[in-house]
């Protein structure tokens, strides 16, 4: 492993988006899911705007509203 190496900055932006991927799959599963979904975009977003990739945390926090309004309609039908 030449030179890779994980700053802190790198393992909180691994765990957002690994976060992500998990609700993402489990979303059918539970509403839950879906707040937890948008909770972990709305951690990526931070991580990108952390790291200088605005355009990603901008793109993040598109997907963290539109999973907070699927999560708003789940909400009521359950």
Same mark, same amino acid.
């Given at each position: 492993?030449?030179?890779? =190496?994980f700053?802190? !900055?790198? !393992?909180? /932006?691994?765990?957002? #988006?690994?976060?992500?991927? +998990?609700?993402? #799959?489990?979303?059918?599963?539970?509403?839950?899911?879906?707040? /937890?979904?948008?909770?972990?975009? +709305?951690?990526?977003?931070?991580? /990108?705007?952390l =790291?200088?990739?605005?355009?990603?945390?901008?793109?993040?926090?598109?997907?963290? /509203?539109?999973a907070?309004?699927?999560?708003?309609? +789940?909400? #009521?039908?359950?």
């Amino acid at each position: 492993m030449n030179g890779f =190496q994980f700053d802190l !900055l790198s !393992l909180f /932006g691994l765990a957002s #988006v690994s976060a992500s991927l +998990l609700c993402y #799959v489990m979303e059918a599963r539970s509403h839950r899911w879906t707040l /937890g979904f948008m909770m972990a975009n +709305l951690a990526s977003a931070l991580y /990108g705007f952390l =790291q200088g990739a605005w355009p990603f945390g901008l793109i993040e926090l598109f997907w963290a /509203g539109a999973a907070f309004a699927r999560w708003r309609t +789940l909400r #009521v039908r359950a």
